[in-house]
C-alpha cells in the first residue's frame, strides 16, 4: 500500500507520461504502467481517481481533421431566437457532420450580424453544411455565416512540467 505522498508523485508521474498523448499501440495503459513500474489496474484505478475528482476532465482522442482528409472544417454561427436555442442547438449537435455545437452570449462577430449559436461542421471539402443546418432551422435562422479553417491551431491542454 502506497502512502498518500506516494501516491500524489505517482499522480503527478502518470500525467507526465500521458499528457502528450498515450502510445499509439494495441495496449498503450500496458506500456506506460511498465514505464512507471506499476501495476496497470493501479494505474487504471489512479486514471478513474484523477476524474471523479476533477484533475483529469476527460481522455479523448483528438484528430488531424487535415490529414484525415477533411480540408472544409467551418464554424457556422447562427442569429436564432433566444428562447430556442437550447432546442435548435441539441437538433443541430445531433448531426453526424457537427463535431461539437454550443451557446454563446450574443455578441457583433463580423459587424453584420450577432451570434447566439455556434458549431463547428467537418466535410471533405468546403461543402454546403451550413445550407442544410440553415434549412433544418427553418424560419428560426434569421441570419448565418461560415468561418472556415485556414491552418490548424495547436490542440493540447495545460501542460505540467517535470
Same mark, same amino acid.
Given at each position: 500500500?502506497?502512502? =498518500?505522498? &506516494?501516491?500524489? #508523485?505517482?499522480?503527478?508521474?502518470?500525467?507526465?507520461? %500521458?499528457?502528450? +498523448?498515450?502510445? !499509439?499501440?494495441?495496449?498503450?495503459?500496458?506500456?506506460?504502467?511498465?514505464?512507471? =513500474?506499476? =501495476? @496497470?489496474?493501479?494505474?487504471?484505478?489512479?486514471?478513474?481517481? /484523477?476524474?471523479?475528482?476533477?484533475?483529469?476532465?476527460?481522455?479523448?482522442? #483528438?484528430?488531424?481533421?487535415?490529414?484525415? *482528409?477533411?480540408?472544409?472544417?467551418? /464554424?457556422? #454561427?447562427?442569429? #436564432?431566437?433566444?428562447?430556442? @436555442?437550447? &432546442?435548435?442547438?441539441? /437538433?443541430? *449537435? $445531433?448531426?453526424?457532420? @457537427?463535431?461539437?455545437?454550443?451557446?454563446?452570449?450574443?455578441?457583433?462577430? %463580423?459587424?453584420?450580424? %450577432?451570434? !447566439?449559436?455556434?458549431?463547428?461542421?467537418?466535410? $471533405?471539402?468546403?461543402?454546403?453544411?451550413? %445550407?442544410?443546418?440553415?434549412?433544418?432551422?427553418?424560419?428560426?435562422?434569421?441570419?448565418?455565416? @461560415?468561418?472556415?479553417?485556414?491552418?490548424?491551431?495547436?490542440?493540447? +491542454?495545460?501542460?505540467? +512540467? *517535470?
Amino acid at each position: 500500500m502506497k502512502s =498518500d505522498a &506516494e501516491l500524489q #508523485v505517482l499522480d503527478r508521474d502518470i500525467i507526465l507520461k %500521458t499528457q502528450a +498523448g498515450l502510445p !499509439l499501440i494495441a495496449e498503450p495503459y500496458q506500456q506506460i504502467a511498465a514505464e512507471l =513500474d506499476i =501495476d @496497470v489496474e493501479l494505474l487504471m484505478q489512479r486514471i478513474r481517481i /484523477m476524474q471523479e475528482d476533477g484533475r483529469i476532465r476527460r481522455i479523448g482522442a #483528438v484528430p488531424n481533421h487535415y490529414r484525415l *482528409g477533411y480540408t472544409g472544417n467551418g /464554424m457556422s #454561427v447562427w442569429d #436564432v431566437p433566444d428562447e430556442k @436555442v437550447h &432546442e435548435l442547438g441539441e /437538433m443541430i *449537435g $445531433a448531426l453526424d457532420y @457537427v463535431s461539437h455545437c454550443y451557446h454563446r452570449p450574443r455578441f457583433c462577430l %463580423t459587424g453584420r450580424i %450577432t451570434c !447566439l449559436l455556434w458549431c463547428m461542421a467537418a466535410a $471533405a471539402k468546403k461543402s454546403l453544411k451550413s %445550407t442544410k443546418i440553415a434549412d433544418l432551422l427553418g424560419e428560426h435562422c434569421r441570419s448565418r455565416d @461560415v468561418l472556415f479553417s485556414s491552418r490548424i491551431l495547436k490542440k493540447t +491542454g495545460i501542460r505540467i +512540467g *517535470g
